[in-house]
């Protein structure tokens, strides 16, 4: 069974990584739909108005949760910030920052202050996380800036 779920993960990982190789002449939307592993995001990203802005000229650094992440959220959250596009907006740019940060960019205990206004914490030892979300996945370049695959949905404080 883990042999399995390795294989298959290792699988999803080699998959994902060339979706992600050959987006470097896509902006940021299309790079995610065309990677397969982020249609929640974006549904929310078109429920909450900012396709166009996230096609834009950028550079947008955008920290991305998974479907994965967008599952473990309690039940009905995700249904309801589909319903409240206001709300919705404010958590998605949550995980937006300005500017074309790569993970070279990145040091320890950093703040980067995001699209939304709020600030994120960013800590370098033992991996990176931002805001307590691990970054699985760093440095998918897009046109128009560039994407960290994070797996958890990170929440401004209220």
Do not use: W
Request: proline fraction near 4%; hydrophobic fraction near 50%.
């Amino acid at each position: 069974m883990l042999r399995r779920t390795f294989i298959a993960l290792t699988t999803t990982a080699a998959l994902t990584t060339s979706a992600f190789a050959a987006g470097h002449s896509k902006d940021i939307v299309d790079t995610a739909i065309e990677a397969g592993s982020f249609t929640t995001l974006v549904a929310a990203v078109e429920a909450a108005g900012l396709v166009e802005t996230l096609k834009g000229d950028g550079p947008f650094t955008v920290f991305a949760p998974t479907d994965e992440a967008f599952a473990a959220l309690p039940e009905g959250t995700v249904e309801a910030l589909l319903a409240d596009p206001e709300a919705l907006a404010a958590i998605l740019t949550y995980h937006v920052v300005p500017g074309k940060v790569m993970s070279t960019d990145l040091s320890n205990n950093m703040m980067a202050t995001t699209v939304n206004g709020a600030d994120v914490t960013i800590t370098t030892e033992g991996g990176v996380m931002v805001d307590g979300a691990n970054v699985v996945t760093p440095d998918i370049e897009a046109s128009n800036g560039v994407i960290h695959v994070i797996d958890a949905v990170i929440l401004p404080a209220s």
